[in-house]
């Protein structure tokens, strides 16, 4: 099992109340697999998303990820974890501004410490599997906002993650710059890499292999196999 | 590593305004002390050269009873023999000796005349065949001593410029006859220092050495001195170093060779090497005593400067949250985080060192043309003002970047 969440709970402390924002989540992703997480905003969806990106702490139960428990790593090991076993795809792309497209590529392999030449060999080569070979020099600011994206998702897929993780990808993108983001999506999990993704968009979910849908930090889905039903009994008496 | 360097100028290059800002404490601190501490060199230099080398790196080793210089009556002093050939030649074997020269001597000598002419308060030495050259001193006019001199026991003498000017004052002294003691001795030359040095009197030999040169001074073959004075009398001797720092090895080892002659245990005197090495360094003691306190100013700069650059690191952070948030969240570990805003940071303070260096430079120069006070650039202090602007850096960066490096990735993700 690539991703597995076990009666996930993650409370905020917020001054004397504690809101909890996500209770009992159970998901299973299986290698290949390509999710969608729907839900309306402030329904809990990216704090789902933070936890299985290992950038948070689940408050209560198990994250296993590759088959490893990770719920008790420090806080090296989820910095080695998310270098290289999860690619991340922001919403707002989250590229550095004084960076060119290239360098920002190279960030990753550079934290891995993989050589300056082979560093840029393979940014290059990142580049042009979606389509930015003419776009190495140009800083984020030359370029468009799907480019951009598409600059993020080299920078996500760098080091072969096993799992790619995105936030609303295509939410700050007009519907033509989406779809070509879709497309690379697409490309990818048909490469055979797992892919998570953030949407509010039923349209953008519908190309992902199976959804499930959060509200009120309850996740369900029609997918038995992807969302195990939830038995109350059982936890109660347990 | 280098990937960080580069970064860093990056960032401070982009911020250049502000980076000088900052550097500006550093800047300061460091020129102010590089400057002082320039000053000091000078001085000290100054000293060493003046006082120890006077320009010859001579070592003076005369012969003391007690506390005091050893005064000739008529009597020799019992118990002592002559410094013999074989010692002489383990002295000028000595690794780091140039020449030594041993030489009888009476000071405040007031029985020299030329006719009516008297010299006064003059000192006498009877030399052997080294003393000009191991004190640096030049016949200008007429001829020195010769070996015949000394095997045939001449009756010769050299003046230098003042006993010659108060002795004959309106004639040519080559050739003429001076008496001393009433023997007569015929003038053949007179001498001088190689190079004219300034009085700089700083100590009670200097005066001395000075006050000899305004009373005059004759030298004669030391093998005539027994026609003077007696026979086997002791004798002193200086030594030339070939250079300052060894003056106090030789000395002491040539003092040791010269004991020897003294053949009583329990006797009072004493072969002594003048350690002016020792002197002047308690001389540059309190010349840097005095400045040491500038320095702990300058430091107050310096720390000033280091509170400014922890600041401006603090502003840095905080405006950088979402870099750092991304960057963690691609992988990075807190340690690099730290590693780069370290870098950062004392990149930063070490540029306003090398800038201060500079400054500094300059500035001690400016106050040596307005106050005379020379200048020595001291390499270790540069190198250490670099080392210790990059611990400031280090130092007062370490905060901001324990700061960056514990900012939760999400909430740095987060921030706007």
């Known amino acids: 099992m690539i991703l597995e969440m076990k009666d996930v709970y993650k409370d905020f402390p917020q001054g004397d109340f504690t809101v909890n924002v996500l209770k009992h989540i159970n998901i299973r992703v299986k290698e290949g697999d390509y999710v969608a997480i729907m839900g309306p905003s402030g329904s809990g969806k990216t704090t789902m998303m933070n936890l299985i990106g290992c950038l948070d702490n689940v408050t209560k139960g198990t994250l296993i990820l590759d088959d490893e428990d990770v719920s008790s790593y420090t806080d090296n090991q989820l910095s080695d974890l998310r270098l290289n076993k999860i690619g991340f795809v922001f919403q707002n792309h989250e590229l550095l501004g004084q960076k060119t497209a290239l360098k920002n590529v190279c960030m990753p392999l550079a934290f891995a410490g993989v050589p300056k030449k082979e560093q840029i060999e393979r940014a290059t080569e990142a580049l042009k599997r979606v389509g930015l070979e003419d776009r190495l020099d140009f800083k984020p600011n030359q370029l468009s906002g799907g480019q951009k994206q598409r600059v993020a998702i080299a920078r996500a897929m760098i080091n072969r993650p096993r799992l790619l993780l995105a936030d609303e990808p295509t939410g700050a993108l007009d519907s033509a710059s989406g779809k070509s983001v879709m497309e690379l999506f697409q490309k990818l999990n048909d490469e055979g890499t797992t892919i998570v993704m953030i949407t509010h968009d039923a349209d953008i979910a519908s190309k992902a292999k199976r959804r499930a849908i959060m509200k009120d930090g309850i996740l369900s889905s029609e997918d038995a196999d992807l969302v195990p039903p939830y038995k109350e009994e059982a936890k109660d008496a347990g | ?416």
Request: glycine share 6%.
């Open chain 2, 1 to 416: 590593m280098r990937e960080n360097l580069v970064e860093a100028l990056q960032e401070i290059w982009s911020h250049k305004m502000r980076s000088f800002l900052t550097m500006l404490g550093v800047i300061i601190g460091i020129a102010s002390i590089i400057a002082i501490v320039s000053t000091i060199k000078g001085t000290n230099d100054r000293i060493m050269k003046d006082l120890v080398g006077r320009g010859n790196n001579n070592v003076s080793i005369k012969l003391y009873q007690g506390e005091w210089e050893y005064y000739f009556d008529t009597e020799v002093p019992p118990d002592i023999a002559p410094v013999s050939e074989e010692q002489e030649k383990r002295i000028r074997e000595t690794e780091h000796v140039e020449d030594a020269t041993f030489y009888n001597l009476r000071t405040y000598v007031n029985n020299i005349t030329a006719g009516t002419k008297n010299l006064s308060g003059a000192t006498l030495y009877g030399v052997d065949d080294h003393f000009l050259n191991t004190c640096c001193y030049v016949v200008y006019k007429g001829r020195s001593f010769v070996d015949l001199d000394y095997t045939n026991c001449n009756k010769v003498a050299l003046l230098d410029s003042t006993a010659a000017d108060i002795l004959f004052p309106d004639k040519n002294p080559i050739g003429q006859t001076i008496e001393i003691g009433s023997e007569p001795f015929i003038v053949v030359g007179l001498y001088q220092q190689k190079t004219e040095f300034e009085p700089n009197i700083q100590s009670l030999t200097d005066y001395e050495t000075y006050f000899q040169e305004a009373y005059g001074t004759v030298l004669i073959p030391d093998a005539t001195w027994p026609i003077i004075y007696s026979f086997d009398e002791p004798q002193n001797a200086f030594i030339r170093a070939d250079e300052t720092v060894n003056m106090s090895e030789i000395g002491k080892s040539s003092q040791t060779i010269m004991q020897e002659c003294i053949s009583a245990k329990e006797s009072e005197l004493k072969y002594t090497a003048q350690d002016l090495v020792e002197e002047a360094k308690q001389q540059q003691q309190l010349a840097n005593s005095t400045n040491s306190l500038l320095i702990w100013v300058a430091s107050i700069a310096l720390l000033v400067g280091g509170i400014g650059v922890m600041n401006i690191m603090l502003v840095s952070v905080t405006e950088r949250t979402r870099e750092i948030g991304l960057k963690r969240s691609l992988g990075a570990r807190k340690k690099r985080i730290l590693a780069q805003f370290l870098t950062e940071s004392a990149v930063l303070t070490s540029l306003g060192g090398v800038l201060g260096i500079v400054v500094g430079i300059v500035m001690a120069v400016i106050i040596s043309k307005i106050s005379g006070v020379p200048v020595g650039i001291s390499v270790p202090s540069i190198v250490i003002s670099v080392a210790f602007s990059m611990v400031i850096g280090i130092v007062f960066g370490l905060l901001p970047s324990i700061k960056a490096a514990n900012l939760s990735p999400i909430d740095a993700l987060r921030r706007e």
